[in-house]
């Protein structure tokens, strides 16, 4: 329903939760298609992920709690780079998300999130807030103008017209029903079948010549 109504920004609270490796990988795919296709922002959050799900995102946000801080916010491919700078380089054959997650969990034997957020705040932040700044300083469209220029946006109450979504709800009714040829079978079989043995019941009825059985169903 999110991703119908084309959105500039989607947000995914753990869509991989209770999934399989193999089943998270082909969601985050399908996330990214989506996004690629429809040109939107997608946020993920997402725990423990495989190293081929790893790859598939283009930047990588890693937070730590107690408090709450932000520990790296970069590129996918510049976070090993970063965490070596820090003195905590990646070893060989090893998940690289698995090695960001057990440095960043308080209280935990390989826990170094407060020198990581450190070493965050004093390499990555200042450009962040740089580019922050810079973005800020050009000139904005208002809320009037975007709403005005969009060949995308619905100037109505929702955001898509009415016509669009009826035919995507036809169109996957249509899907959803010629996948299983027996659930389409079925609702046509069933009262054929009914109304033939109803009828061949009171066949004759009112004829004198013409005895009815009774037929007892349990």
Known sequence: RGVAACPSLLFCDEPT?????????????????????????????????????????????????????????????????????????????????DHFLDLLTPNMPQDQSSLLVTSFNEQLKPQLENQIDAVLQEPAKSVAEMLAEGDSHSSGPYAV?????????LRRKYLLATRDFRALGLPL????????????????????DVMLKQIMFS
């Open 17 to 97: 939760s209770g999934l399989s490796a193999t089943d998270a990988e082909t969601c985050v795919k399908a996330l990214r298609i989506v996004t690629k296709r429809l040109g939107i922002t997608c946020l993920v959050v997402i725990h423990q992920p495989r190293y081929e799900v790893t790859n598939l995102f283009d930047t990588l946000v890693l937070l730590t709690s107690n408090p709450g801080r932000m520990a790296y916010f970069g590129s996918m491919g510049g976070a090993e780079m970063f965490w070596s700078k820090c003195g905590y380089p990646v070893h060989q054959h090893m998940n690289p998300t």
């Open 161 to 169: 017209p009415f016509r669009t979504q009826l035919a995507t709800l």
């Open 189 to 208: 079989i069933i009262p054929v079948i009914q109304g033939t043995i109803i009828g061949y019941m009171f066949i004759g009825v009112g004829q004198k």
